[in-house]
Nanobody, 124 residues
Framework: QVQLVESGGGLVQAGDSLRLSCAAS????????MGWFRQALGKEREFVAA????????SYADSVKGRFTISRDNAKNTVYLQMNSLRPEDSAVYYC?????????????????WGQGTQVTVSS
């Protein structure tokens, strides 16, 4: 099992930036795709971004493409989500996730390991 702990959320104004961190621990990590989902109040959880161990060709939801950047420090077992040009519609609880699946199936497969979530609130 992989344990995930998120941090870095907060209250910001539209146009501001935040950097979320996800610290991972456990015996299996190298083979896992890591990523982020988010869930706003009253809405279903949605995929945000994902990255493989190789750090090549990360995947992004259309709603965040060009504004968010996912990265992964394999030596530190930590995944980051740099969020720029934040909008009120980005407000949600952001969850780190891990699954030993290909990048192109990460967003839709089930059975992820999940972090506890970190709140991001963007005011207009």
């Amino acid at each position: 099992q992989v344990q995930l702990v998120e941090s870095g959320g907060g209250l910001v104004q539209a146009g501001d930036s935040l950097r979320l961190s996800c610290a991972a621990s456990g015996r299996t990590f190298r083979g896992y795709t890591m990523g982020w989902f988010r869930q706003a109040l009253g809405k279903e959880r949605e995929f945000v971004a994902a990255v493989r161990w190789s750090l090549l060709s990360p995947s992004y939801a259309d709603s965040v493409k060009g504004r968010f950047t996912i990265s992964r420090d394999n030596a530190k077992n930590t995944v980051y989500l740099q969020m720029n040009s934040l909008r009120p519609e980005d407000s949600a609880v952001y969850y780190c996730a891990a699954k030993e699946v290909p990048l192109d199936t990460f967003a839709t497969t089930t059975g992820h390991s999940w972090g506890q979530g970190t709140q991001v609130t963007v005011s207009s």
